[in-house]
T-cell receptor, first 111, second 110 residues
Framework: GQQLNQSPQSMFIQEGEDVSMNCTSS?????WLWYKQDPGEGPVLLIA?????ELTSNGRLTAQFGITRKDSFLNISASIPSDVGIYFC???????????FGTGTQLKVEL | DADVTQTPRNRITKTGKRIMLECSQT?????MYWYRQDPGLGLRLIYY???????NKGEISDGYSVSRQAQAKFSLSLESAIPNQTALYFC?????????FGQGTRLTVV
């Protein structure tokens, strides 16, 4: 089946630093979704990308398609402690009828 | 109240037992999903349903079954639980692609 690989698998950063993570697919996606999972909770949608070539922002978060559209990037500026969690990318598979999720990037923020 | 509610939140069961995880939603969405989360593997789709009469297998359906009792209810059953089904299980709903998740059920099979 479709595989979405995220890197890094985990990262440990200082508060205030900028963060960048990416997600790669074996095929082209026309839509990318980025979710965040807080400890003990279900994933929550952060950003939805529907148009290649455009940056999409949500507060300190920015996401975009990669050049090949087989990848996507999520950036977090000026990280704060509440950014801690697992970040998942997701893309449409099965003819666009369902979501396949990436393996996740775990973010830990040091005060 | 949560839009997507899962019960129970935690469950410990013995190998070979039948167990049902329940999900209900108040979002009015037709599409419902069951995912399994394991460390390092992300979220993997078990089953999904686009309406009451529609049930589809996901990538890891073996050992699981589902029932869509109503638009708002979608339950997941493990007919004979085994230890490697120990995981965090999530129900989700959507209108289109953007899925909304419940808080999860942590299942331990001993």
């Amino acid at each position: 089946g479709q595989q979405l690989n995220q890197s890094p698998q985990s990262m440990f950063i200082q508060e205030g630093e900028d963060v960048s993570m990416n997600c790669t697919s074996s095929s082209i996606f026309n839509t990318w979704l980025w979710y965040k999972q807080d400890p003990g909770e279900g994933p929550v949608l952060l950003i939805a990308l529907y148009k290649a070539g455009e940056l999409t922002s949500n507060g300190r978060l920015t996401a975009q398609f990669g050049i090949t559209r087989k990848d996507s990037f999520l950036n977090i500026s000026a990280s704060i402690p509440s950014d801690v969690g697992i970040y998942f990318c997701a893309g449409p598979t099965g003819g666009g009828n369902k979501l396949t999720f990436g393996t996740g990037t775990q973010l830990k923020v040091e005060l | 109240d949560a839009d997507v509610t899962q019960t129970p939140r935690n469950r410990i069961t013995k190998t070979g037992k039948r167990i049902m995880l329940e999900c209900s939603q108040t979002k009015g969405h037709d599409r419902m999903y069951w995912y399994r989360q394991d460390p390092g593997l992300g979220l993997r789709l078990i089953y999904y349903s686009f309406d009451v009469k529609d049930i589809n297998k996901g990538e890891i359906s073996d050992g699981y079954s589902v029932s869509r009792q109503a638009q708002a209810k979608f339950s997941l059953s493990l007919e004979s639980a085994i230890p490697n089904q120990t995981a965090l299980y999530f129900c989700a709903t959507s209108l289109g692609l953007e899925a909304f998740f419940g808080q999860g059920t942590r299942l331990t099979v001993v």
